[in-house]
């Protein structure tokens, strides 16, 4: 509970005494460039492999004559919208994004750099946490459509070679019975996984103490929690977003 109470008064401090807004203008856009560009590559390639993988599995189980062929585009939509590209892709963005927000909080705090910023009377705080969490937030909904295109992609590439689905079938199940309110709940889920990373990394990086190998450890207990947060946080969106 302590541990708690101090994040929260850490997030807190995030709009005490702030600086000029052209200031975290330039910051904002640094970290939105190093966050989206920064991890694009790896969020296509793992969600075209997601998708791919998925679309084979499933048309491996569909193994009754009595199910059409476009039901296979239709649950790898689903499960790519729903959760493989919010969830799984915001546990990948835990462990590259959230471990170098701590790493890099962690080292500036052991190498007094943080203290320095307090001496010259700026909050250390919003200076440097608050542009990380702001970039992530414009930056991870972005990455979520990315992943979900690329996977639908990826899904589609290899159930035409496989020849597991006709390009047909693969978009009428991709329009077959659609709910636009999946997409809404996505980008919240994302909105919301994303302050979750960005936060508690930026945390455990801020509040490091000793050397080098108390960095590390700050970057492991920060993807640990994120990704605790990830999971608890899902479980309670759907609950309050989707249950009738």
């Not at 005494?17 to 975290?24: G, H, L, Q, S, V």
């Not at 599995?57 to 009754?64: D, G, R």
């Amino acid at each position: 509970m302590a541990e708690i109470g101090k994040y929260f008064m850490f997030l807190g401090n995030l709009f005490v005494n702030r600086e000029a807004f052209r200031t975290y203008y330039r910051l904002v856009m640094e970290e939105c460039v190093s966050i989206g560009l920064g991890s694009l590559f790896l969020v296509a390639l793992v969600a075209t492999f997601m998708g791919a993988v998925t679309t084979v599995q499933t048309a491996f189980n569909m193994v009754s004559p009595l199910i059409p062929k476009f039901v296979i585009s239709q649950v790898v939509r689903e499960m790519t919208v729903l959760e493989l590209a919010p969830t799984i892709i915001a546990i990948i963005f835990a462990g590259k994004v959230g471990s170098s927000m701590s790493g890099l909080l962690g080292t500036m705090r052991i190498t007094e750099q943080i203290d320095a910023l307090e001496v010259m009377g700026i909050n250390s705080v919003s200076y440097l946490v608050l542009p990380k969490i702001i970039a992530s937030i414009l930056m991870y909904p972005m990455l979520v459509i990315v992943a979900g295109v690329c996977a639908l992609l990826g899904g589609y590439i290899v159930g035409i070679f496989a020849e597991v689905i006709t390009p047909n079938d693969y978009v009428v199940g991709l329009r077959y019975s659609f709910n636009p309110f999946t997409i809404t709940f996505a980008l919240i889920k994302s909105v919301v996984f994303a302050f979750l990373v960005s936060s508690i990394s930026c945390y455990q990086g801020y509040y490091t103490h000793g050397g080098a190998l108390e960095v590390g450890v700050s970057s492991t207990k920060a993807v640990t929690n994120s990704v605790i947060a990830i999971l608890i946080s899902d479980y309670l969106l759907a609950q309050l977003l989707l249950a009738q």
